[in-house]
């Protein structure tokens, strides 16, 4: 199965990804076995070559993303901070403990992490203003104890960022090897999706997370630090985790680092006596320090009454309307708010208003439109008080507008347009009238169309239609609709019989009157080739007659010969 | 001189007796972009001072959510207020009067584009050249004055007209199908929502926003816990008391919780970092209203849901071999 880029909005999380050649220096010893002559000539070489990454320093660019945003105000308590690194392996480049590769092994419950699992040598430490401070370009033998600098190579000349803290409270927050392991995985996501995406990168991350929450309305500050071969910070088993009243154990904590004999005689005591003794008492112990190489850093602002999940949960939910307290304010069962104000005479009055926002359903007024707020004005039936409303929202959309002065100019322009159209229209009805305009055509139509065009056509059809068929040369059929030669006018006004009128007028008469020819109608011809055309000999004789005859008589009227 | 066609007095008494002249469809009809725009918006409700929304602050008190209908005089009542400016004679009541049927339901059609107006996705030509359908004439919303939204400021809302079951897809069907049209979504105020939806909603989603996936607990007087998810990182309900250091109560004593998990056989086989990480997953929030079915005397909370998909799992054998096979050199 291969394993294809995640979907889009979809992630996949692996638990490490640990590089082929962890950083170091190497050397690659190449041997020949060559026999020539039976005398063997062994050609050893051997080459140098080192492999880098990030150690005491990381580049910003290597940062691609942190979580809560950087100098970010928000409601971050519940959250764990977390950073992004573009390079995947880089959490498990180098041991954490080179003496002991794999220290963690199976716990004796067996529901440990393997014993291959991997360690990273950085953690995401969470620290709250004024717990911590930072130093610039520290050399490194000034951070790291003595021992350490020593199984770190005792590299010389590194400048480095550090961090300084109380050591208790390192020790409290400082995850285990076995947290350490837990709190970084490999995320790939996939490319389109925004999330944690640069330019360039490849949609693989290595995610490093915190293990401390953060309190409500603290600054705080977002460390990676380096923790390799920090045996001194990083214990394989976390401390105990029931948790007991805080104020007495933070104080009890203090003093166990000053004097770690100390603790094991002075815990039950003072546990006993703290709540009477306060921490007044602790004052003035100056707490050991703990330095740490600081990798990249960033703050925020945990701020805000609550997390979201508490605020909607704690939402009173309702339809508009809903009070508090029945009676405040005095809402009408419709939904009605009395409200005092003034009228036009300055007489006191008590009026009835409601908003846009109902409770139910309500039928929109068939009564529009309105042209003045007045016309707006309601009364309600059963107490006669008035419901200003409506007027209300008159005034307020004639406000709005008239504050807009390009709306004003619009609603000019708009008019404008309508009474121009307006007068077109007339202009059109009463030009139809005039000329008696054929009927098929609207007068929407006819109010967006160029009028003369179709003034013309319809003068044209009407002219065309009067004429009459086209073979009655002499027009005697439209003579024929004259009184005078009507037939049975002739034989009621003569005192005729029909049949005499007719022979009189000559109707039905061939040739008296002309007879309608009808145009020739078009033979109908069916679809032919040309092969089946040249192979009728007796049509294409005719044509060639036909031509002939032309060329004969165009011949003759030119006043030539054949 | 010669006499005109017709006298103005008759045209007016022409317009009064039949006002619609004009074809709703005619050209003609069409409002200037500009003005045709400025009135769908406040058809919405858009720029009118939140006191006439709410004349009385006892009304949306803090912290609470409030759902409404429009009440479609009301807005009516708005736009005739605005179309009467520069109103001065009985010729331009007559237009008015000739106008307003078109006019309200031409209205009624750009008040469904305003939302892509506002957020600048079409400009006004080609919504008008592309209108959207009116699939319900009743507009609902709501109103939501909480800290939730200073805090959550791009909290996603989605309404239904159908109440779906607690691990719905929003992006699927049948939930995109029963997705109301939302007309406005806008911050009023810091602290104050305003919602409106095209037709009458049966359930209303609001969505914490997905900044990225997080990690995270639940606080919750003073304790911390994490939801129980299964292999596919469903939620399956209850919740996981998170043991804290006694040295420090706001560090989490990480290698007891993965114990407690793995302890746990219904969750997500622990195999390492990235199983646990699945565990802590801050999930964005959802909260859902629903069955006030126009009650006003309805108090109940809604409830909320998590949900969450994972494209794979580590447990999946293939699916191990598959990541071996990537990361060989």
């Known amino acids: 199965m291969a394993l294809t880029p995640p979907p889009k909005g979809a992630m996949y999380l692996f638990d490490y990804a640990t590089p082929p050649l962890p950083p170091g220096s190497y050397r690659i010893h190449s041997e020949t076995d060559v026999t020539v002559d039976a005398k063997p000539h062994a050609l050893d070489h051997d080459n140098y070559f080192d492999v880098v990454g990030p150690r005491f320093n990381l580049p910003p660019t290597d940062v691609s993303g942190v979580f809560p945003p950087r100098n970010g105000h928000g409601p971050y308590q519940d959250a764990l901070a977390q950073v992004a690194i573009k390079r995947r392996t880089l959490p498990w480049e180098r041991p954490i403990d080179a003496g002991a590769p794999h220290p963690i092994g199976e716990p004796g419950d067996g529901l440990g992490l393997g014993p291959d699992y991997p360690t990273p040598w950085v953690a995401l430490l969470l620290f709250e203003e004024g717990e911590y401070s930072l130093m610039q370009g520290v050399p490194l033998e ?22 300084e803290a109380d050591l208790s409270l390192v020790k409290s927050i400082m995850p285990s090897k076995e947290e350490l392991q837990l709190l970084s995985h490999v995320r790939w996501v996939n490319k389109d999706d925004r999330e944690l995406s640069v330019e360039g990168s490849d949609g693989w991350f290595a995610i490093v997370m915190t293990n401390r929450v953060p309190s409500p309305n603290a600054k705080c ?91 909607m949960q704690g939402l009173d939910v309702g339809m508009i309307g809903k009070l508090a307290l029945a009676g405040r304010p005095p809402l009408t069962d419709t939904s009605h708010l009395p409200i005092d104000l003034h009228d036009r005479g300055g007489s006191e009055e008590t009026a009835l208003y409601r908003g846009p926002l109902v409770p139910f359903v309500l039928a929109r007024d068939p009564l529009g439109p309105y042209h003045s707020a007045d016309q707006a004005r309601r009364a309600t039936p059963e107490t006669g008080v008035e419901d200003i409303s409506y007027a209300a929202a008159f005034e307020v959309g004639r406000l709005l507008a008239a504050a807009d002065a390009r709306l004003a100019q619009e609603l000019m322009r708009w008019r404008r347009q309508a009474y121009r159209q307006s007068a077109r229209l007339d202009m059109i009805a009463a030009v ?40 009655d ?15 049975q006018n002739v034989s009621t006004a003569w005192g005729l019989t029909i049949q005499d009128a007719n022979v009189i007028l000559g109707v039905k008469t061939p040739g008296t009157l002309g007879i309608e020819v009808p145009p020739v109608a078009r033979t109908p011809r069916a679809n032919t080739t040309l092969d089946a055309v040249l192979k009728d000999q007796a049509s294409l004789a005719r044509l060639g007659m036909v031509r002939d005859r032309k060329i004969q008589n165009a011949a003759i009227k030119l006043g030539g010969s054949k | 001189m010669r006499s005109a066609w017709i006298t103005s007095q008759q045209a007016l008494q022409a317009r009064l007796n039949t006002p619609q002249q004009i074809d709703p469809s005619a050209p003609e009809a069409e409002m200037p972009p500009y003005m045709e725009s400025f009135l ?17 602050a006892r009304l949306l008190p ?112 049948p939930a995109g199908a029963r997705q109301l049209p939302l007309l406005r979504l806008e911050r009023l105020s810091p602290g104050v929502l305003i919602a409106l939806f095209e037709g009458i909603p049966a359930m209303v989603v609001c969505e914490e926003p997905h900044h990225g996936i997080q990690f995270g607990v639940h606080e919750h007087n003073g304790k911390f816990s994490v939801f129980r998810r299964n292999p596919g990182a469903v939620a399956i309900g209850g919740q996981i008391d998170v043991p804290v250091r006694q040295s420090n109560p706001r ?8 114990r407690t998990l793995k302890k746990d056989n219904a969750l997500a086989a622990q195999t390492g970092s990235a199983s646990f990480a699945i565990e802590l997953l801050n999930l964005p929030f959802r909260q859902r209203f629903a069955g006030t079915g126009g009650n006003v005397r309805y108090t109940g909370t809604g409830e909320f849901v998590y949900v969450t998909k994972v494209a794979g799992n580590v447990a999946d054998m293939n699916l191990q071999e ?5 990361f060989k050199p």
């Open chain 1, 221 to 311: 500050r977002a460390c990676l630090v380096s923790v390799e071969q920090r045996t001194d910070l990083v214990k394989a088993d976390p401390p105990p985790s029931a948790p007991p009243p805080a104020d007495v154990v933070v104080h009890i904590e203090e003093i166990a680092q000053r004097d770690a004999g100390f603790m094991e005689v002075q815990v039950s005591r003072l546990q006993e006596t703290s709540q009477q003794r306060g921490s007044s008492r602790l004052t003035g112990i100056v707490p050991a320090k703990a330095r740490l190489v600081l990798l990249h850093s960033w703050q925020f602002v945990c701020e805000g009454n609550g997390t979201f999940f508490d605020l």
């Open chain 1, 142 to 163: 000034n951070v790291v104890p003595k021992a350490i600098f020593q199984q770190l190579g005792s590299p010389s000349n590194i400048l480095c960022d550090a961090l």
């Open chain 2, 251 to 258: 560090v989490l004593a990480l290698a007891e919780l993965r």
């Open chain 1, 473 to 487: 040369r002499y027009g005697m059929t439209v003579a024929s609709r004259t009184p005078g030669l009507n037939p």
């Open chain 1, 432 to 471: 139809q009238i005039a000329l008696a305009l054929p009927p098929g055509i609207s007068i929407p139509q006819l109010s967006y169309e160029p009028i003369s065009p179709i003034a013309a056509t319809g003068a044209a059809t009407l002219l065309v239609k009067g004429s009459g068929p086209i073979a």
């Open chain 2, 40 to 56: 769908a918006h406040l058809r919405l409700l858009i720029g009118v001072p939140f006191d006439y929304l709410v004349p009385d």
């Open chain 2, 62 to 173: 803090d912290e609470s959510i409030r759902f409404f209908y429009i009440d479609p005089s009301w807005t009516d009542r708005l736009v005739d207020g605005a179309i009467s400016v520069g109103k001065i004679g009985s010729r331009e009541q007559a237009h008015h009067q000739a106008q307003h049927p078109s006019v309200t339901k031409q209205l009624d059609v750009t008040t469904r584009g305003v939302r892509d107006l506002q957020r600048g996705a079409i400009s006004f030509l080609d919504l008008r050249a592309s209108p959207r359908a009116v699939s319900d004439p009743v507009v609902t919303g709501f109103l939501l004055r909480s800290g939730a939204v200073s805090g959550w400021a791009h909290m996603d809302v989605r309404a239904y007209n159908k109440v779906l079951p607690n691990n719905y897809d929003p992006a699927a069907l």
């Open chain 2, 322 to 326: 598959a990541v071996k096979g990537i």
